[in-house]
Each structure stands twice: as structure tokens, then as C-alpha cells.
């Protein structure tokens, strides 16, 4: 048994005739955030679920807290908080019965499962809609509570299945929020998702799964510095500065995608140097750039450059 | 710039500003589970709380049984004047029993419904990720239906006494026990609906099946007219049908005229059937989830 807190070797899961997880291994050491990307069908949720104890392994091992997650799958549930991608609680009761219930039946006393409910609640500010029925609340406020249900215990390790899909942009930012705090107490988190800017945010590593293989994994950064490429899109207000910082850019030996309708100038660069070299020489010839872009990789840039040059 | 946007997720929220004040101390819960009859019980009153959230659904449970009282006394009295009914016996005092069974019949139904539904929208997902035994969903399930059965079946009797003039020459003892059969009838039928929630995983495959299911149960029986006015067909397959007896023993005891037999076979065999459901409905529940 290592000591780190999530622990996968060779983890293989087949449906079927389905291979839904081939040879996945990684770990994640405690107070870890590990970022799990990948489209739909990768194989996150999957991974997920093997790990929470709901879905038997085909092939490999695994361990959570220091527990085979088949064999001591019932240590395993008493030491984690899982949030899925659906709002896993009765819709029928209030946000607070549905924490009270939960704690209950995690072995609180009343007065415990009472208490514990109550500092929740407070904790994501949402002690004013408590008593309503968790039907009535909007999609935010229902990711709140089920993230709010996932660590009434005090988990040692906290699964996110894509916390955030389906969120607009201020419930979105509201969860990182929560999350980071999460991790700043020390929590070991798993999370997945599909965004690399919310990897990217919230978590030190990242595992890239394409098609239950991982194909990369390293840190934000370190991933995004493996894609080497980005996009910068140089604007213009005139013609004839365009055309001319067009010809310039060609010289230089830049991959450009020119747009004439906008005056727009489209690089490809392999370094942050590599623009300041173009504008180095537009300026020179007094070629003033009018906008300026810069494209982050996307996780379809991150992809592209794994799958293609596995 | 990324530092800044990472600050800016991390500070001005008013959430923050709100948890700062409480911070839960993160390891110092140590809970450790606990018992199955705990387990069932917590998750039996959490199903009546939703009632108590929703006094709508009692309402309903008992709005039906009620009309179907009404359509039917109305349709049907004419019955009570024909050869094959027994003489001095109201037509209410006749229905009233089988309209009993038909409503918990009705609860057992959407229980199964409402698991369906709970294994769609993740719930039980997150039973499945907590220290608890599968079975436990389900027999908090099955209990909290008794309860609401129980609700339901003294509303009924209520209001057919108030609004039907009706009375139970079996007097409240006969009542009581009437009830009591259509409770266990209805518990354990409702497994019947349980295990195929359990299996099927659809909401809506179970409702379209229930009707089907409700519809060939309650017309099968003595449940409207007597044994003797079926044809001959429909009455062989009466014999075979739970429903007859439950109906015959409760009507029996509310006549004040018990029949001992069709009290045991009710009672037998409701739980000849009660039993294999259940083991089926947790085999079914035990299943992983998503490979349906």
C-alpha cells in the first residue's frame, strides 16, 4: 500500500463488447487535485465509478484511502464524497432533510446530523432556501446542495463528475469557488471535465483520456506547453497596413490564416517569443497592430496533439 | 493574467465571504455508518417526509379511490337488485372493500413509479456511494408505502361514512381487519411493482405496465360485480387471482360475515408472491447501475 490517496493500476472496464477503460493507471497523492479530461465516452464517469464502488473493475486494481475499492468497497464509501453530473438527491424533500438524511445514515446522532447540516448550509450560502424542496431550487443552486451532500461526512477523497456542465457562467464560478476552497483544506479531489479551462483552474494534474486510454497527463501547463502551437490573431484598422503586415508575416515564414474581410492575420506560433518577434517587426515598419488575440490551447488543441502523434 | 482570474475565483464571492465565518474542521468527522434497521427506518421517514412537503400527493391517493367510489356506485347499483347478489347487503358496502384493495394497490404502483423515477434521477446513485445496504432503499420504500396506505385507507373509510352513508355491519372490528388485509395485500403486491421498478429502470415502461396490470387484477375479480355475474372464463381465472381473495376477505369481515378461508388465502398468499419480488427486486437493485 503506497500512501498516495487515489491509487489505479491498469484499471480496465469492459461493457459488453464495449472496452469503456483500457490500462488506466494513475494516482493522485493526498490533498491532490487531479483533473480528469475528456469528451463524452472517454471513460471519466466510468473511472469515476469504479473508484466511488459502484461499478466492479474487468480488469486492474484500485485503491482509495489506502482501500481496494472491490474488496473493501464498504471502507471505501465511509471515506468518500462523490457529486455526479445529475443531482443525486430526493427531489421531493428540502435541501436540509436531504443533508440531515445523508449524515443519518453515515452514522450521525440526530443532534450531529443536525449541526453538521447547518454549518453546510451556511458554508454555501444557502441557509435562506433550506427548507424549500430541493425540485423547486434552480440548476446552480441544486449543484450547490449536491456538492454540499458530498462531503457531509468529511470525506478523504472527493469525486466531481463534470461538476459544472450545464452551468451558466456565475453558478459556474460559484463552484469553483467552493471546490477551491475544498482543496485548499487539504481534500484529495478527482474531478472531470470536458473544459481544459476548468483543469486548468482548479487542478495540479491533469490525466487526458481519449476513448478510455490515457493518452497525456502532467500539469496544466506542462500539458498545454506539449500542444507548443497556439493561435494569435493580429487585427487592423486599414487596408494597406493589413496588406502590408500580411506580406511581412508570410516573409517571416508563419503559418497565416487570412482573413481580407476583417483585416484580420491569424498565426500559428510556437512560443510566446514568437509573437513578440512579429510585433517586434511590424512595429519596425510602423505596422501599429490595431486588436491582438491570443488563443490559450483548447483541449481540442491539447487532443489533436496527443492522439496525433501517439 | 491566469494568476488573476484564479484570485478572482477565489475571493470577492459572497460564498467565500459567507464560509469564512464557519469553517468545518475537515477530519473531525468520523463517522462510521450504521445499522440496517436504522438504515430503513431513516430512509422510511425520509419517504413520508415527502408527503409531509407535498400534502398534494396524500390528497391525490385518496382523491381517486374516492371518485372511482362515486362513478362506480352510481354505475353499478343496479347490481345489487340482481339474483346473483347477496340480499340485504347496500351496493357501498359492497364496493367499499374492493375500492380499499384497488387503493393500495394504487400506492404499491407508485412506489414502484416513484423507485423508477429515483433510479433515473441519481438518487440512488448516491445511495450506492454511501455505507448503506441496497435492500435498505427498498424496504424503506415498502414501509413508508404502509404508512401512506394506512393515511390513505382512514381517509377512505372516512369519507365513505360521511359523504356514502355507509356502515360496516362487521362493525369496527370487521373495519379494522378489513384494512389490515388490504394493507398486507397492498405491502406485498407492491413488491410485485418494486422488483419490476428494480428491474425495468424506466418510469415509464412501469406505468404503462402497471395499468395494464392494474386493470387486468381489479376486472378479473369480484371486485364490482359478484363471482356468479362473470363469465365463465373471467370467473376461472378469478381463482387464480390474489385479488379475489383479499377482496372476499375483506368484504367478508366488513359484512360481518368473515370468510375464514379467503382470509388465509389472502393472506398466504400474498406472501407466496411478496416473497420471490423481493428477492428479485434486490437481485435487480443490486445490479450495477448504467448498464441498462
Redesign the interface.
Known amino acids: 500500500m503506497s500512501g498516495d490517496s487515489i491509487e489505479v493500476s491498469k484499471v480496465g472496464k469492459v461493457f459488453g463488447s464495449v472496452r469503456a477503460l483500457n490500462d488506466v493507471s494513475l494516482s493522485v497523492s493526498p490533498g491532490g487535485v487531479l483533473g480528469l479530461l475528456g469528451h463524452n465516452g472517454a471513460g471519466k464517469s466510468t473511472l469515476i465509478n469504479i473508484l466511488s464502488g459502484v461499478l466492479e473493475p474487468t480488469t486492474g486494481t484500485a485503491t482509495v484511502a489506502g482501500f481496494d475499492v472491490v474488496s473493501q468497497a464498504s471502507r471505501v464509501r465511509r471515506r468518500i464524497g462523490v457529486a455526479g453530473q445529475y443531482v443525486a438527491l430526493d427531489e421531493q424533500i428540502s435541501g436540509r432533510d436531504n443533508l440531515v438524511l445523508i449524515a443519518r445514515l453515515l452514522g450521525a446522532s440526530r443532534k450531529e446530523a443536525r449541526e453538521r447540516t447547518h454549518e453546510l448550509l451556511e458554508r454555501f450560502g444557502m441557509t435562506e432556501s433550506a427548507d424549500r424542496a430541493v425540485r423547486t431550487y434552480s440548476g446552480g443552486m441544486r449543484r450547490r446542495i449536491d456538492l454540499a451532500a458530498s462531503i457531509v461526512g468529511g470525506p478523504e477523497v472527493l469525486f466531481l463528475d463534470e461538476p459544472t456542465a450545464g452551468l451558466d457562467p456565475e453558478s459556474r464560478a460559484e463552484l469553483w469557488a467552493i471546490v477551491h476552497r475544498l482543496t485548499e483544506e487539504g481534500v484529495t479531489v478527482l474531478l472531470t471535465t470536458q473544459y481544459l479551462e476548468e483543469a486548468d483552474r482548479l487542478s495540479d494534474q491533469v490525466v487526458l483520456l481519449s476513448r478510455g486510454h490515457v493518452v497525456a497527463s502532467g500539469s496544466p501547463s506542462e500539458l498545454k506547453r506539449g500542444v507548443g502551437r497556439r493561435k494569435a490573431s493580429l487585427g487592423f484598422n486599414e487596408r494597406e497596413r493589413f496588406s502590408a503586415a500580411r506580406d511581412e508575416v508570410r516573409r517571416m515564414g508563419l503559418v497565416a490564416d487570412i482573413g481580407e474581410a476583417n483585416f484580420d492575420i491569424d498565426i500559428t506560433i510556437a512560443s510566446p517569443r514568437d509573437l513578440g518577434a512579429v510585433i517586434h517587426a511590424l512595429e519596425e515598419r510602423n505596422l501599429g497592430i490595431d486588436r491582438l488575440r491570443l488563443f490559450e490551447p483548447s483541449l481540442e488543441d491539447v487532443y489533436l496533439a496527443h492522439v496525433s502523434t501517439r | 493574467m491566469?494568476a488573476a482570474?484564479?484570485r478572482s475565483?477565489?475571493d470577492p464571492?459572497?460564498?467565500?465571504a459567507?464560509?469564512r465565518?464557519?469553517t468545518?474542521p475537515?477530519?473531525?468527522?468520523?463517522?462510521?455508518?450504521?445499522s440496517v434497521p436504522?438504515?430503513i427506518h431513516?430512509?422510511t421517514t425520509?419517504a413520508l417526509?415527502?408527503l409531509w412537503?407535498?400534502p398534494k400527493l396524500v390528497l391525490v391517493s385518496v382523491a381517486s379511490p374516492l371518485v372511482m367510489l362515486l362513478v362506480l356506485s352510481q354505475v353499478f347499483t343496479s347490481i345489487s337488485e340482481t339474483r346473483s347478489f347477496p340480499g340485504g347487503v347496500d351496493y357501498i358496502q359492497f364496493l367499499l372493500p374492493a375500492i380499499m384493495i384497488m387503493g393500495v394497490l394504487q400506492s404499491g404502483m407508485g412506489s414502484g413509479a416513484a423507485l423508477g423515477q429515483?433510479i433515473k434521477?441519481?438518487?440512488v446513485?448516491?445511495?450506492?456511494?454511501?455505507?448503506?445496504w441496497p435492500g435498505s432503499v427498498l424496504l424503506g420504500r415498502s414501509a413508508s408505502d404502509l404508512v401512506r396506505s394506512l393515511i390513505q385507507l382512514s381517509a377512505l373509510s372516512t369519507a365513505a361514512h360521511l359523504f356514502f352513508s355507509f356502515h360496516a355491519p362487521g362493525g369496527a372490528v370487521g373495519m379494522a381487519v378489513a384494512m389490515l388485509i388490504a394493507l398486507m395485500t397492498g405491502n406485498c403486491l407492491g413488491w410485485v411493482f418494486i422488483a419490476m421498478a428494480c428491474w425495468f429502470r424506466n418510469a415509464e415502461v412501469m406505468q404503462t405496465f402497471s395499468g395494464l396490470a392494474m386493470f387486468a387484477l381489479m376486472f378479473g375479480t369480484n371486485a364490482f360485480v359478484p363471482l356468479d355475474g362473470l363469465p365463465d372464463w373471467l370467473r376461472s381465472l378469478s381463482h387464480v387471482n390474489p385479488m379475489t381473495y383479499a377482496i372476499t376477505a375483506a368484504r367478508g369481515w366488513i359484512l360481518g360475515d368473515p370468510d375464514m378461508s379467503a382470509t388465509l388465502y389472502a393472506v398466504i398468499g400474498s406472501a407466496v408472491i411478496a416473497l420471490p419480488c423481493a428477492l428479485l427486486a434486490v437481485k435487480g437493485f443490486a445490479r450495477?447501475?448504467?448498464?441498462n
Open positions: 491566469n482570474t484564479k475565483v477565489k464571492m459572497t460564498i467565500d459567507r464560509a465565518r464557519s468545518v475537515w477530519k473531525s468527522v468520523s463517522w462510521r455508518g450504521c436504522l438504515q431513516i430512509l425520509r417526509r415527502a412537503m407535498d429515483e434521477n441519481g438518487f446513485h448516491r445511495m450506492r456511494t454511501l455505507p448503506v450495477p447501475l448504467g448498464t
